[in-house]
């Protein structure tokens, strides 16, 4: 039968399948039934008073303000607040400037994380196997992940280097791996401590490199057993598609030369063939345990990154219209050749920049934007601090200072976001069992870091998370740690300090009524006073009495907050009320 | 059509009120369950095996040249031997694998019908891209106005009843863009948990009842999200999950897809109005340890699409029809690891009490003249073709150029049975105006 044959979006000049191409449809359906969503066209309650500057830059280069990062940036030096976030994202670009040691502390032996520190080698041979190649039980082989997993999360609540977070959750997302795939578990701690984070603002050609020899994408992505005889394709296929070139200069089944040359003399994008090219230079790039050899005749596994020069195919590959020759003196030279073309590819640099202002800025940003950081990226593709002259130009332009509410927060940043605010104390000690309950909690959100199945990394656009399931999820974990105590039975103290800053931020208790306590919390929150109806929402609940029969008192009365004591629970009514914006469609917005 | 605004049928009933989740609320909605008489409408399940089922593993040659082909040159250490593969009545040509008991058994009851080859129009080999097109309904992106094939399908579905409580689900945390344009959509991965039961004991349900309050007037797709999450959770904690009796004593697997199918059988036998479930469910990417691997999943697979026959076939016989499908097939030839690469051509598995069983389609052959670039098994039938039988004869949408917008051949395979309609390939259709004429 004849088949509808629609080239994707470059038209190959060669019908390689043999189908003829039937039709070019130029149609168009509608727009999306606007009728049946109409409610969705009307005002959006947010843009129509957006939260000042200090609150939108700390909720799209950081995880979300708190008390200690407002007060930091309002006693930065300068004569406005624009001026002032200025020196706060130079700050933020300098991070080993930063004193970030009581955040360290949090993560060190003393709480309980003992693989952080381990050696490649030592993770491999004491979390995954033994020198026999039978693996170590569960607990310890997954042990180095669930310390980085703890780690992230207690670094995203307290670190000072927020901007740090932010770019290894991005590059941990570009160079995704999936940690239930067999194997990675124990090697994540080096993939997190040596691959990804000292490069979040470093040289990108560096870091595809790392990516490439690290243990975990080469069992990932299963190159570690790429040989000549028969060639795997996996990390192959998704080193161009997705971290590099990008699938928008795919041009699929297209014979090579008839890609088409850019402006720069580059072949604008890559065919089926420079897959299979891609996949041969890759063979034998490998690591010590990945053949059964490694532990058999005294062999010793080491799990370190290991050429294997007899897997390697020595023939020539051509890689986007372009040969690389085998050298018996530096073997590697062939692939790294292919790296250096990828990394310095005005198609990879503008794939690069597209992603990071959609991280930071918009879920479609603007093409000049765009452009300007693909530049700077490009102009600097050999430079150690290339990533970071990016982010300058991103995070110091127009687009990133004035917008928002172009993107939505994920799950894990409104988690975040949520504990950053009310200063969430628990120690997250990987021995303590209520970490593993918190761990386990976040999976309901569809947005556990590190558990994205595949290569792709967590979608970065709005549409994927308005779901329900995540909706809810998040909520419900949010709500669980707003009133969370040492205890369950709420006999230790509670985890967070929303009484002090209350006090701290309406220091007479006359203030303590419900409508003002409401406009406290919900300007810190959300960065501008809410809206009449929502005011009225939040306050009848917060001037409520009298949990067992609740009556709705005046607005405007003073609430004791020093009294906890039954059946009005004055301070777990607030802790309530407090969480109860982060539940509101205003806190969703980045 | 679907009416996605249902703010009005909630005031009407009083679902959600101020009183909070008390057992008054979940005794209203209760009564709403089950006053229809039944579903009214067809269930179509999407299974979406993501990641490249391997349909040469799955449905291997047993006979002729292509197995002579198959077991020799292509995968000498990877196939499945025609003394292990399951026999499939009527023909000797292909087997199902042997982890796949209970999906030969519906084959050979005639409860299953396999449409050899199919695939996009146009081969592309990345999972993504291919998922997208899939879940998009289209090849040209810039044809599907940023929405799913599936929104369309509501939009322009004529049938679907005014009230429908919960007319689409993804059991899972996240929505498949497959629903992209429609913030109600339902995703539901733990239905027992799906409810804000995490308050504080003294004043969690006063606090829930706010945030109702806060959700009673969405006016973005992100409010209207929360609105539908608080609305729904309380017709879903009306059901009563833990006491489910499947029908035909029909026992779900303790594995993802089976508490996924079971959740869709249990919300479409509450009569929710549910008639469209989207199924994702991954793994099948096999590029190493294929043969261990694959018996795992594939067992998985059959158990959880059994299991889901026999319950359904109990009290809703002929009313449902069960899509299996992947975003593309694996490499004919097997790779380094004794397993498979990215390939094109693949079957399609379709389940239910009206399909055409047997096979359908033609399978394009495995010699190296006919494998598409050397490598794949090719594909012969567009894949639209076959779900828009579907649509066509048992969902009654006939909207197809809406659905699919770079879509204009129909060409039906009788599949499944019921009655043809001339589809309407106009992608300019509006559903609301054109609704007077059909």
Known sequence: ???????????????????????????????????????????????????????????????????????????????????????????????????????????????????????????????????????????????????????????????????????????????????????????????????????????????????????????????????????????????????????????????????????????????????????????????????????????????????????????????????????????????????????????????????????????????????????????????????????????????????????????????????????????????????????????????????????????????????????????????????????????????????????VGLPDTNDHTAAKLVDFWYEKIIGALPDAVTHNHLADFMASKDCTDPVVGNHNDVIDLNDNSWPDKNQDRLYDMVATIFFTPEFIDR | MKKINRRQFIQGTGLITLSGLGGLQVGMARKLLGANGGPQRDLLVYVFLNGAMDGLHMLPPRSGADYNEYRNTLRPNLHIPNTESLPLNGQNAFGLHPAATEMAGLFNRNKMAIVHATGLSQSNRSHFEATKYMELGAQDLGATAGTGWLTRYFQSSLHTPEDALIPSAVPGTANSAAFLGDPTALAVNDPEDFTMANGHWAWGDVQAEMLNRLYENPDSPEATVGHQALYTSQVIQSIDWDNYQPGNNAVYPDTELGRQLKTVAQLYRSDVGLEVAYVPTGGWDTHDGQSYRFNNLAAELSAALSAFYEDLHAHHPSRFTVVVQSEFGRRAYQNSANSTDHGYGNPMFIIGDTVNPGFHGQFPGLAANQLFEGGDVNVTTDYRDVVSEILIKRMRNRFLGYIFPDYADYNPLNIVQGDDMTPVFEANYDPIFASGFD
């Open chain 1, 1 to 503: 039968m004849p088949i509808d044959y629609t080239p994707k979006r470059k038209k190959p000049n060669k019908d390689i399948s043999g189908h003829h191409q039937l039709k070019k449809l130029s149609r168009r359906p509608k727009q999306p039934a606007i009728k049946t969503h109409a409610f969705m066209s009307g005002a959006d309650k947010a843009a129509a008073t957006p939260p000042h500057l200090i609150h939108r830059v700390l909720t799209k280069m950081a995880y979300g303000p708190n008390s200690d990062d407002v007060a930091h940036i309002n006693q930065l030096p300068g004569s406005s607040d624009q001026a002032k976030v200025m020196v706060y994202i130079d700050e933020q670009l300098n991070p080993q400037n930063i004193n970030d040691a009581a955040c360290e502390q949090r993560i060190s032996g003393a709480n309980g994380f003992t693989t952080l520190n381990k050696s490649r080698q030592q993770l491999y041979q004491q979390h995954f196997r033994k020198a026999d190649g039978d693996t170590h039980e569960w607990s310890v082989f997954t042990r180095p992940t669930r310390e980085v997993s703890l780690a992230t999360i207690l670094r995203g609540i307290h670190s000072k280097r927020q901007l740090v977070e932010m770019m290894a959750d991005f590059w941990h997302n570009h160079f995704n791996i999936f940690n239930d795939a067999f194997g990675v578990q124990p090697m994540f701690v080096h993939y997190d401590r040596d691959v990804i984070r000292p490069n979040v603002l470093g040289n990108f050609r560096e870091m595809l490199y790392q990516v490439t020899c690290s243990t975990c994408m080469l069992i990932y992505l299963n190159n570690g057993s790429n040989r000549a005889s028969a060639p795997n394709e996996n990390y192959a296929r998704e080193v161009m598609e997705l971290h590099t070139l990008g699938a928008d200069n795919y041009f699929g089944h297209m014979d090579w030369q008839d890609v088409p040359i850019d402006g720069q003399g580059y072949r604008s994008g890559y065919v089926e063939a420079d897959v299979m090219e891609m996949a041969r230079a890759l063979t034998g790039w490998s690591f010590s345990g990945a053949d059964w050899w490694d532990y058999q005749n005294g062999n010793i596994a080491t799990g370190v990154f290991q050429y294997r020069d007899d897997w390697h195919d020595k023939a020539s590959k051509r890689v986007l219209g372009e040969n690389f020759t085998y050298s018996a003196t530096n073997p590697q030279r062939d692939l790294n050749q292919i790296l250096d073309l990828l990394a310095q590819h005005p198609g990879t640099n503008r794939f690069l920049a597209k992603k990071l202002c959609r991280r930071f800025i918009s879920d479609e940003p603007d093409a000049t934007i765009i452009e300007a950081v693909a530049t700077t990226l490009r102009q600097n593709w050999q430079a150690p601090d290339q990533i970071k002259l990016a982010m300058e130009t991103l995070l110091k332009s127009n687009d990133f200072l004035t917008t928002w509410g172009e993107k939505i927060k994920r799950p894990f940043e409104r988690i975040i976001g949520a504990l950053r605010q009310i200063q969430y104390t628990f120690e997250f000690n990987p021995n303590n069992e209520h970490s593993g309950w918190h761990f386990w909690d976040i999976f309901d959100t569809g947005h556990q870091p590190f558990y994205w199945a595949s290569p792709n990394g967590y979608p970065d656009i709005r549409s994927h998370w308005l779901g329900t399931s995540s909706l809810m999820g998040t909520w419900k974990l949010i709500q669980r740690m707003a009133h969370r105590h040492e205890d369950y039975d709420g006999n230790k103290p509670i985890l967070n300090q929303v009484l002090n800053d209350t006090f």
